[in-house]
């Protein structure tokens, strides 16, 4: 039954970009301070004071519309959107929304089959974030406070067309999406700690449809994961409200994450939208726009295309490493040091993330540099170290900045590969191990295994193990 119909999805998604500033004032871009710290008259919307507009957030706005491949718009202009609520005292709100920045963007993704699907960007806006409200319920009388630290904090604002059809795609769409806006350096978009907000308008028709029906919107998800479960939800709230010939009504509602149900917050409500008279239009265009072009980082998908053909990574190994910055950063940095890039992408993946994790660490407090990371990988590559031991190794140089020769040379981690020095270890293993070399010549071959690891276990671990068992199978034969 359910199939008999499909749900129709676009994403709005607020999104604080990381300036050093307020976007009309120069108080701190700080709203996790003590509360109302970080405030001045202009963000305190007290009357009597002139926004002055910055610089820096119109240039991270214009690099997060770059990166979701939008045509900036030669003119934008800021209005009201008039209304009145307790963390918006002035009474509104300074966005875009006859002239936004930006327009007739794209990202791409891939669903589940691998297939590709564009999914169009209406428009990117800037506005002002309004304070925030603190309830506390707790103590005699419960009081609502108002906190201005984030009153003023640059947003952009990003719309969808409702070109989403699922909760999977939806999730994946916002996924590429805070991997661009990261790439692009002008925020983090973490939905855990506030810094990227979405609402999620979801309609369902009968499928094959290609009519708009009345949508409803669904607010407070913290994690991609419930932006997924309320869109789930609720196309399934749709489907039975339509089976039971319930209309729908336009409204917003409220995802409770411990209860994973949609409710009813409000009704629909959209203020009047009047020009403001005291920001000056933006003129965004020529060498200005150039430049700021010249700034964007290339994109993890390009990068993800371009690592498989110039390093001969593998997919999985390419998608892993570009997703980061840092991460594509230092693969790349460490391959410019002579590291072999597939070496390279599986040491940083299966043992330096993880030793760093463990420590507590990041690629960027590492004392571990590209450079070094890629004279051990080097040794391993010329047989100097084994792999265990480089394992070791690494172990010591993500905790030490001494120089890679000193600690392999002091923790005497290089590799046994003197044909002599492993003659005799061989010998002597055989010598003790009389029994076990009459199984293997009667044919038992597992005989090998336990006299290749008593020959190991004489070096410490540190012979090379193909010459080792070069040697070895010679002096059975
Ligand atoms: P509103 O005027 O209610 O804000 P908009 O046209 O501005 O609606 O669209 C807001 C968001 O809702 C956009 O992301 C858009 O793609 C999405 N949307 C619009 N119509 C529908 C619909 N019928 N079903 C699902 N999403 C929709
Ligand atoms: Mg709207
Ligand atoms: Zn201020």
Redesign the pocket.
């Known amino acids: 039954m359910k199939n008999d119909y499909e749900?129709?999805?676009?994403?709005?998604i607020h999104v604080q970009l990381n300036c050093e500033t307020k976007m009309f004032c120069a108080c701190p871009n700080r709203p996790g301070d003590e509360p109302n710290r970080n405030t001045c008259p202009i963000c305190l919307w007290l009357p009597g004071n002139l926004p002055r507009f910055s610089e820096e957030a119109l240039e991270k706005a214009i690099l997060a519309s770059l990166a979701l491949e939008c045509e900036i718009q030669e003119e934008s202009a800021f209005d009201q959107k008039v209304y009145y609520y307790p963390d918006l005292p002035k009474g509104y709100q300074l966005s875009q929304f006859h002239m936004p920045l930006a327009k007739y963007g794209c990202l791409t993704i891939a669903d589940e089959s691998g297939a590709k699907r564009e999914i169009r960007i209406?428009k990117v806006h800037m506005e002002e974030d309004v304070a925030r409200l603190v309830h506390e319920n707790e103590g005699r009388t419960p009081v609502s406070l108002v906190d201005f630290n984030r009153a003023g904090v640059p947003l952009v604002e990003i719309?969808?067309?409702?070109?989403l059809c699922n909760p999977g795609d939806a999730m994946e769409f916002l996924k590429a999406l805070i991997r661009r806006i990261r790439t692009s350096g002008s925020s983090e978009c973490s939905m855990e700690q506030g810094t990227m907000r979405v609402?999620a308008?979801?309609?369902i028709?009968p499928r094959g449809s290609d009519e708009?029906?009345?949508?409803v919107?669904i607010k407070n998800m913290n994690s991609i994961r419930n932006v997924g479960d309320a869109i789930a939800y609720e196309i399934r709230r749709q489907v039975n409200c339509f089976r039971t010939g319930e209309p729908i009504v336009?409204h917003t509602r409220l995802w409770d994450p411990e209860k994973r149900v949609t409710s009813p917050m409000r009704g629909?409500f959209?203020g009047p939208c009047v020009p403001d008279p005291s920001v000056p239009r933006i003129v965004v265009a020529g060498e200005y726009l150039q430049r700021i072009r010249n700034l964007l980082p290339e994109m993890p998908e390009m990068k993800a295309e371009r690592f498989v053909k110039d390093y001969g990574l593998t997919r999985e190994e390419s998608l892993m490493l570009s997703a980061e910055r840092g991460l594509s950063e230092y693969f790349e940095a460490a391959v410019s040091c002579d590291a072999p890039p597939r070496l390279a992408a599986q040491w940083i993946s299966a043992h330096l993330l993880p030793t760093l994790k463990e420590r507590g660490e990041t690629l960027s407090t590492s004392l571990l540099t590209p450079e070094r990371f890629a004279g051990l990988l080097l040794m391993l590559e010329h047989d100097e170290i084994n792999s265990s031991t480089a394992k070791e190794v690494l172990k010591r140089i993500v905790e030490s900045d001494a120089p890679l020769g000193e600690i392999v040379e002091q923790g005497g981690y290089r590799q046994v590969s003197s044909v002599e020095e492993l003659e005799v270890i061989v010998d002597r293993v055989l010598e003790e191990n009389i029994s076990a070399v009459e199984n293997y010549r009667k044919g038992a071959s597992k005989a090998l295994g336990f006299l290749m690891g008593q020959a190991m276990q004489a070096t410490k671990g540190k012979a090379n193990p193909l010459r080792l068992k070069e040697i070895m199978m010679r002096k059975l034969e």
């Open positions: 749900a129709v999805i676009g994403l709005e209406r719309v969808t067309e409702p070109d609402d308008n979801v309609s028709r708009l029906n009345s949508k919107e336009i629909k959209e």
